[in-house]
């Protein structure tokens, strides 16, 4: 049986909430999110995790997830995103401080994910045991295909933050269940009793409940990392001079929907999701897993 590989985006420092929120225990036993998702992947038939990290706290990250952590039930590996890892031709700009986005982050894993498909999540995003099954059952039936990827959808109303703005990629579908388009908006957040976002020149517009959203769990075969690497070479030609300008996976994926070179299956999953945006949140996600474990979706100790 194919065995995926899940891809956790980690390389953000988590400005907005003070730490480094990747590592943050959330759960009864220091348990971070990462743990939960890593638990659920393990369940769903993954066989490996590469984490995108920065050289800045690899150390910490090393010492924390180890192969070892794991009980020895899924390979671990490392890759990292720095501003610097630009195609040949290409300098970072002096005033570049922001990394350069989600799918750059997923083009560091190129020389390390060669053969398998790959999930790709949020190292922390809460996605569900549901929605792994879901993306994992997927891949495993495209394995030997090109050019047919997906992604798990979730309802806006069940992602946002009670503390701030949160940045959700909205999703167009067809009569088939394919993406027809997927727009990146930054500043989303209810206000009184409605979900608005905000755009660049402080326009306000609604959006509604069941609007359905990208949260970074997508599925690709390895064939995406080309398609990846061409096409952030133009990216760069037309925004390497915005120092906010980030290439992120809907930029990619929008290309090759509307190119016609690859079809997106939106994947509808019961999972609940939630994150950590804000420290404010993390009260509200400590309740959510002690519910869990009371459930018995999760063990009391995860690792034990």
């Not at 997927?182 to 979900?195: A, F, N, P």
């Amino acid at each position: 049986m194919v065995k995926p590989t899940l891809l956790v985006l980690a390389a953000g420092m988590g400005s907005r909430y003070g730490s480094l929120k990747q590592m943050d225990g959330v759960g009864p036993g220091g348990e971070a999110i990462i743990d939960y998702s890593i638990y659920d992947a393990i369940r769903a038939g993954f066989g490996r995790v590469v984490f995108v990290i920065r050289h800045l706290f690899e150390k910490e990250f090393r010492e924390m997830f180890t192969p070892e952590r794991f009980g020895g039930k899924i390979e671990i590996d490392f890759v990292f995103q720095e501003l610097d890892k630009l195609p040949a031709g290409f300098t970072v700009p002096a005033d570049r401080v922001k990394p350069w986005g989600t799918n750059h982050a997923v083009m560091m894993a190129a020389d390390t994910i060669r053969e398998e498909p790959f999930a790709v999540i949020n190292a922390d995003d809460f996605y569900g045991a549901e929605a792994y099954k879901t993306i994992a059952d997927y891949l495993r039936s495209v394995a030997a295909q090109r050019n047919h990827y997906c992604m798990v959808g979730y309802e806006l109303k069940n992602t946002l933050s009670d503390y701030g703005s949160v940045s959700r990629g909205i999703c167009s579908v067809d009569s088939n269940g394919n993406l027809t388009s997927m727009v990146e908006r930054t500043k989303i957040e209810r206000r009184e009793d409605k979900i608005v976002y905000e755009d660049e020149k402080g326009n306000v517009f609604p959006l509604a409940g069941d609007t359905l959203v990208s949260m970074n769990m997508f599925g690709f075969t390895p064939d995406y990392f080309k398609y990846s690497e061409d096409f952030f070479s133009a990216y760069l030609k037309d925004n390497i001079g915005n120092p906010k300008s980030e290439f992120y996976i809907p930029t990619m994926v929008n290309k090759l929907v509307a190119d016609g070179k690859a079809q997106l299956r939106v994947l509808h999953s019961a999972a609940q999701w939630f994150g950590v945006t804000y420290k404010e949140d993390r009260p509200a996600v400590v309740e959510r897993i002690r519910k869990l474990i009371a459930a018995g979706v999760y063990p009391d100790k995860l690792w034990a």
